[in-house]
């Protein structure tokens, strides 16, 4: 499938403001209108904002009180929750699509994550920074030091992403899995995607941002 | 030593505080002998009647309603002076046009519960059998007792569905109790400072309320009417007592402190010395003043039966199971009386059903009373809450 038809279907409604950032206009592609989506760190809500607009019924988790509270405050049916604690308690396929955004390196088991996801949703979507880009590898190799930029400025001290990886580290992680990868994206620093047919070592080396959209491999495992 | 309690007449104040139990200042329903409340306690109550205010217009299609329960010693003047205290409603600051719960927008339905003292059928109303106070002959009542009292209310009013049921502390266990017995009626529910149970702390506390009421001799075994006395301190002190309950430490200490009530030094008496204890005479006293104390024996039983996972064996998801209802849970973060726990063990039971559900706990330290004081982001909240459920019932255009 060509890179276009990602963008099709996120053509945004009249009355949606063009501020959405990339990687969600990508992931909002992705998911069908009407289906159930469940965002696990949704955040300020932007995302789960997006979909409802684009006639998604979304439900969102977050960790930060203040995160919570403004999502709420914009209509949205968000609660408190922790990814790593509170995945256990949803049922099997309780969901159409459960969406990791940006979400998965700042888990405590990033692997028991995401198989709560793939089991609870029929589809995952999982978007993170890639920690192979190459701007990450100069700074490491040149500096000495853990890379830091616009996109992810905070110190190694004090960052909620205690789970870096790269893009190849994930695909490998979604074999072990057993995550079958329907659609996989990589977007360069302007939240574009690069080009589709590019070989995984380039993504790997290019992409500052992987998005995947995943599936059980097996039907019963 | 100052009499914080003076007592002027005795017999003329029951009388005028039978009048406002009777014949209160609000719209009132009688409901004959041919629709009899049916109590969990076996008892038919017939005939019963009930007070309610209401604020803003019902639209044509009837779809704008907002119910509002009311708290254990609030009553149904949510957003209007009140007509014994003359201070303004409950709810008014949140209530009222413009306000988060808009009545430009929204036609505001409050009734006072059944069991209450300023109008609906009580302890304190008139028995029509016998004309004389009910009082401890009138029959115990449940949460769901007011539920369904209120669910004929709204039949009288000629509407099917509340646009959304709202309330705190008792007023949320109510809000829970519709939407869980009645989830077609619901299109959302603000739950908010609650518990879908009492716990054995709440209980306790209020058996030290209701022991006051009882270890105070004006109270005559509950017949205290037919002796012209009112057992003022006894309910004075339940009211100090669970006033305590309502705020928090902090709260406590950042309104008080250790500071004395007009004066320097301690005059070494049981006087009020500290301004903690003036602050709470004055609770007690100014309540007895609006708040009859057989109702209160009721009204907090009442609140100690609730259960409502017990009542569907034991699974508190199965009282919501297969709901169409939005809900929106509020916690305050110093509320210990219905702590944040409480909160989420609802959530939790709503997801496992898989309603449509937010949940925020407000970051301040007013503790249970927030959900009455001046919170910002809690108006922020419910503000939100209603518009975007306005906007899916199709009251509001989206915009």
Known sequence: MAIAHEFAGTEPAAHVPHTYRGDHLLVAGMVEPGSRVLDVGCGDGDLLRLL????????????????????????????????????????????????????????????????????????????FPNFGHWRMRLQLLLKGQMPRTEGLPATWYDTANIHFCTIKDFVQLCDEVDARMDRAVALNTWGTPLRFNAPWWFWNLFGEQGVFLLSRAGKAR | MVNLYPVPSQRADVQERVREADHPSSHVVTFGADQPLQLDCGIALSPFQIAYQTYGELNAERTNAILICHALTGDQHVA??????????????????????????????????????????????????????????????????????????????????LFCV???????????????????????????????????????????????????????????????????????????????????????????GRRLQDREVPTFSFDADFEVESYLRHQGSSFVERFDANSYLYLTRAMDYLDL???????????????????CVVSFTSDWLFPTTESRAIVHALNAGGARVSFAEIETDKGHDAFLLDVPEFFDIVRAFLDSGGAARGLIRKG
């Open chain 2, 309 to 327: 996972a017990a009542d569907h064996d034991g699974v508190l998801a199965e009282a919501f199971r297969n709901t169409r209802t939005r809900f």
């Open chain 2, 166 to 256: 709202a309330g705190g502390s008792m007023g949320g266990m109510q809000v829970l109790q519709w939407a869980s017995a009645y989830p077609q009626r619901v299109f959302s529910a603000l739950p908010v400072a609650c518990s879908t149970r009492h716990s054995a702390q709440n209980i306790a506390f209020h058996e030290v309320g209701r022991q006051a009421v009882m270890a105070d001799p004006e109270w005559k075994g509950g017949r205290y009417f037919a002796e012209g006395t009112r057992p003022r301190r006894g309910l004075a002190v339940a009211r100090m007592a669970a006033h305590i309950t309502y705020l928090s430490d902090p709260a406590l200490h950042r309104k008080f």
């Open chain 2, 80 to 161: 209007n002076t009140h007509p014994v205290t003359g201070k303004g409603g409950w709810w008014d600051t949140l209530v009222g046009p413009g306000l988060p719960i808009d009545t430009d927008r929204y036609f505001v339905i409050c009734s006072n519960v059944i069991g209450g003292c300023m109008g609906s059928s009580g302890p304190f109303s008139t028995n029509p059998q016998t004309g004389q106070v009910w009082g401890l002959d009138f029959p115990f009542i449940t949460i769901p007792d007011m539920v369904r009292a209120q669910a004929m209310l709204i039949d009288h009013l000629g509407i099917e569905t």
């Open chain 1, 52 to 127: 409802e607009a684009r006639g998604v019924d979304g439900r969102g988790i977050e960790l930060s009180r203040e995160g919570v509270n403004r999502c709420v405050a914009k209509g949205l049916a968000v609660i408190q929750g922790d990814a790593d604690t509170d995945l256990a308690d949803y049922p099997d396929d309780a969901f159409d699509y459960v969406i990791l955004s940006q979400t998965l390196q700042a888990t405590r088991q990033p692997r028991v994550v995401l198989e709560h996801m793939l089991r609870i949703g029929r589809h995952g979507i999982v978007s």
